[in-house]
């Protein structure tokens, strides 16, 4: 064998222990999912390389690389698409072009990424709205909001927050062609999140006189508590998003200061004072009995009150939407809550789907068995569609 082709064994074997990834026995089209993973890790890896070289930081030159997959305002043969700004928050407004002698629904949507990447503009989000409001005869609004690290908590919140509530004004929804009685808020991962904290926030709300009639939350982050869950456990190193990460977008959501990302991760990060909180995100209660099968619960360790002191957000019910008490919850509207087998995120899903059944909400519980958290943006994988496809259905049958 000569040396260039020794080399050129080398480099494939390298690459191909670069790519391949141990995926569970139910996967669908491996290979496909392995190429994602490939695409994600090597993002990852770029941005972790720029910031420990000091020239960027690591969330900018994520969202930076991510941007590229933008797509520009365009309408189609089914779809009116336009940008304006709610409240000056910058958002896409899609309309179907075919005639409606009924007032249309109306699908509030909010993008994920960490709080920290994304935004309407992003090829997938983009598609997501123009199939929703054609397939479904909807006006969809597919808002922005600023991102960290540049900006934390609880500007995110505010500002998507802002954004629906010039939505849900008589004059603008009228202007839009969309029933007041037909209005829902829908977001993933960390969209869900705000999805599911605005919701709540209206409720409070004596201003705004129109109510949503639906939320639906796909993969939702809900409590910053315990990142120690059996999801976490059992999803810490699978593809996408494992544990490190979700705890670095969930400490930028609040802060650049990294200790409170150590902290996290080794789950050492709430006060004793205020550990009356766990009662809400503790999944020994709230999960069904095949999500703890071979775990058993420990009381996170107790934090330093200094953390919680300087950055007070992870605390917050607006942030952490499982921390509502249920009394709140008990007033929420119909709900559908998407959650994946292989996702650190998962359990939030089921214990947010357990809390509001006990609370008497109408709950419908979507678990992709073969599912992984991020996959409704991966367009070339057919789970991805079969998801979309489920989310559209019962909006069409719910909205």
Same mark, same amino acid.
């Given at each position: 064998m000569?040396?260039?082709?020794l080399?050129?064994l080398?480099a494939?074997?390298l690459?191909?222990?670069y790519?391949?990834t ?25 941005? @972790? ?13 994520f969202?930076t690389?991510?941007?590229? *997959? ?12 336009t940008?304006t700004?709610f409240?000056?928050?910058?958002v896409?407004?899609y309309v179907?072009?075919?005639k409606?002698?009924?007032?249309r629904?109306?699908v509030?949507y909010i993008?994920?990424?960490g709080w920290c990447?994304? @935004? ?8 997501l709205s123009?199939w929703t409001a054609?397939?479904?005869d ?6 922005n ?8 908590f609880?500007?995110q919140?505010?500002?998507?927050y ?5 939505f849900l ?7 839009y062609?969309?029933?007041?009685e037909?209005?829902g808020?829908?977001g993933d991962?960390?969209?869900?999140n705000?999805?599911a904290?605005?919701t709540?926030?209206?409720l ?7 109510k949503?009639k639906i939320?639906s939350l ?11 869950s059996p ?7 699978f593809?996408v998003?494992s544990?490190s990460l ?13 200790s ?6 080794s789950?050492?990060?709430?006060p ?5 909180l766990?009662k809400f ?12 099968k071979?775990h058993v &619960? ?8 200094e953390l919680?002191?300087k ?10 939407p499982l ?12 709900? &559908?809550?998407?959650t994946?087998?292989?996702d650190?995120l ?7 789907v ?5 609370a008497?909400?109408r709950?419908?519980? *979507? ?11 991966f367009l070339e994988?057919?789970i991805?569609?079969?998801?979309? @496809?489920? &989310?559209?259905?019962?909006l069409r049958e719910n909205?």
């Amino acid at each position: 064998m000569g040396r260039k082709s020794l080399y050129l064994l080398i480099a494939g074997i390298l690459a191909a222990c670069y790519i391949y990834t141990p995926l569970p026995d139910n996967t669908e089209e491996p290979w496909k999912m392995m190429w994602v993973n490939t695409y994600v890790k090597t993002i990852i890896y770029s941005a @972790s390389f720029v910031e420990l070289l000091g020239l960027n930081h690591f969330m900018e030159t994520f969202n930076t690389i991510m941007s590229l *997959n933008n797509v520009p305002v365009t309408s189609d043969e089914n779809v009116t698409v336009t940008e304006t700004k709610f409240n000056n928050i910058p958002v896409r407004v899609y309309v179907p072009k075919r005639k409606s002698e009924a007032l249309r629904r109306g699908v509030f949507y909010i993008h994920g990424g960490g709080w920290c990447l994304g @935004s309407a503009a992003l090829k997938k989000y983009d598609l997501l709205s123009r199939w929703t409001a054609d397939r479904l005869d909807a006006v969809v609004i597919s808002t922005n909001y600023r991102l960290a690290p540049k900006h934390h908590f609880p500007t995110q919140f505010q500002d998507v927050y802002n954004a629906l509530r010039w939505f849900l004004r008589k004059e603008v929804l009228a202007e839009y062609g969309v029933n007041p009685e037909r209005v829902g808020v829908s977001g993933d991962s960390a969209g869900g999140n705000l999805a599911a904290a605005v919701t709540q926030q209206l409720l409070e709300d004596p201003d705004v006189k129109i109510k949503l009639k639906i939320q639906s939350l796909i993969y939702p982050a809900l409590q910053t508590l315990d990142l120690d869950s059996p999801s976490y456990q059992e999803n810490a190193q699978f593809p996408v998003l494992s544990k490190s990460l979700t705890a670095r977008f969930w400490s930028e959501y609040f802060t650049t200061d990294r200790s409170l990302e150590k902290a996290m991760f080794s789950n050492q990060h709430v006060p004793v004072e205020s550990s009356h909180l766990f009662k809400f995100v503790n999944w020994s209660s709230l999960l069904p009995e095949r999500f703890k099968k071979g775990h058993v &619960y420990s009381s996170p360790r107790q934090g330093s009150s200094e953390l919680a002191k300087k950055y007070p957000g992870f605390l917050d019910v607006r942030a952490a939407p499982l921390l509502a008490d249920d009394s709140k919850l008990r007033s929420l509207p119909q709900t &559908y809550v998407i959650t994946c087998q292989y996702d650190v995120l998962r359990d939030d899903g089921l214990m947010y789907v357990t809390r509001l059944q006990n609370a008497g909400v109408r709950v419908t519980h *979507n678990h992709v068995e073969d599912g992984f958290h991020g996959v409704l943006s991966f367009l070339e994988l057919s789970i991805s569609h079969r998801m979309i @496809s489920q &989310y559209i259905n019962w909006l069409r049958e719910n909205l």
